[in-house]
């Protein structure tokens, strides 16, 4: 079987892996619908295509890509999340896609802060932008909640998208940001105050 | 990190090598479809269009677990184009295409004995029973090459429904028997 050494990133609930020819009907159905036009869609079933076997292709040719994200126990794909630097990037982003039944349970910032934490470790990177469309507020806030911060300097993509850009390595190793990211997520998988039945007036 | 397909085929011919795209020939990739040599193909288009068409041929390989090989003369490594079997999704039958990027080693005859050999792999090793080429009408020896390997216009086969593919050529290739 054909195949890349994709590495696989594992978190407490998630499994990070490398897309799979299976994985594909997922991707097409958020990539062709309204969901994606934030992200240069909806595409049609032949652009889809081709940028799924781009984001397979973006590892060959860069060394980091775009993990599928799966769940650690039923394996269900909830999403894409990773490092993305096709050309005409001005610099490395940390990107991510949720399917939209697996949204509001953590698992973008879960897989989003796996990904950064092994880019910054293990590929050396220094730092990282998100480029976000400015009316993506669900992508904004998450870069928020990662640290990112609205860099009005640095160059955009087309003019059209917001930079976010990421604490570095420093600022996340230890720091106040950093344990606030890893109770956030905690908090997702094993909420500390879950409501005691119904409020009634 | 180095990222490469593993688990890929070689095909050794007269003169070349036919070999699974890799990451350092994006840059080949690219500056072929930013020329107008590539406008029978969708060029000439913006280094990043042309960027993530090459990401999408080496993709193709993981989806399909086949695809379009790089042809590089025997002894070098250098990419001279891609040849090969060729199915994204939208394609209404699987083709085997081409596309030399190198304009030094145009005349040599080399897109043919790389499709031929591109042919004889999917018809033995994958199995196809039929495969197609989709030319331009323009692209007269992109035409000359599928006639001198046997195929013959199919104008009943449905193009792929793309913009700009109106008045595509279909050209069928001759079946494994016929070959044989």
Wanted: with cysteine; net charge negative; aromatic share 12%.
């Amino acid at each position: 079987m054909t195949e890349l050494a994709i590495p696989v990133l594992e978190t407490e609930r998630l499994i990070l892996r490398g897309p799979e020819p299976e994985d594909y009907p997922d991707f097409k159905a958020t990539f062709t619908s309204y969901r994606a036009r934030f992200m240069g869609g909806p595409l049609n079933a032949y652009e889809s295509w081709m940028l799924y076997a781009a984001e397979i292709g973006h590892w060959a040719i860069r060394g980091f890509g775009m993990w599928m994200i799966r769940d650690r126990v039923t394996d269900q794909t909830y999403g894409m999340a990773g490092g993305w630097k096709p050309a005409k990037w001005p610099e490395a982003e940390i990107a991510w896609v949720i399917w939209p039944g697996a949204e509001g349970r953590g698992i973008a910032l879960e897989a989003t802060n796996a990904a950064r934490r092994y880019f910054y470790r293990e590929c050396g990177w220094e730092g990282a932008v998100s480029y976000i469309d400015p009316k993506n507020l669900a992508s904004i806030r998450l870069a928020e909640r990662l640290g990112a911060k609205l860099d009005k300097a640095a160059a955009g993509i087309d003019g059209s998208d917001a930079v976010y850009r990421h604490p570095g390595p420093a600022a996340l190793d230890g720091t106040q940001l950093a344990h606030g990211i890893e109770m956030e997520i905690r908090h997702y998988a094993d909420p500390l105050f879950r409501p005691k039945g119904w409020a009634l007036d | 990190m180095t990222v490469t397909l593993a688990n890929t085929p070689v095909i050794e011919t007269e003169r070349l090598i036919l070999r699974a795209p890799k990451g350092s020939d994006a840059e080949a990739s690219v500056a072929f479809f930013g020329t107008d040599r590539s406008r029978y193909m969708g060029g000439p288009q913006t280094r990043a269009q042309a960027w993530r068409s090459f990401a999408g041929v080496i993709g193709h390989w993981v989806v399909r677990g086949w695809g379009l090989f790089v042809v590089c003369e025997k002894g070098s490594d250098t990419p001279l184009g891609a040849v090969g079997p060729w199915m994204p999704e939208g394609w209404t039958d699987r083709e085997i295409g081409w596309s030399m990027w190198d304009p030094s080693v145009e005349g040599k005859g080399y897109a043919f004995e790389a499709a031929q050999a591109a042919r004889a792999y999917a018809y033995g090793t994958l199995g196809w029973t039929t495969a197609i080429s989709y030319i331009d009408p323009e692209n007269a020896r992109s035409i000359a090459l599928a006639k001198r390997m046997g195929c013959t216009l199919d104008d009943d086969l449905p193009l792929p429904d793309l913009p700009d593919w109106d008045g595509t050529l279909v050209f069928r290739h001759p079946g494994p028997d016929a070959l044989a």
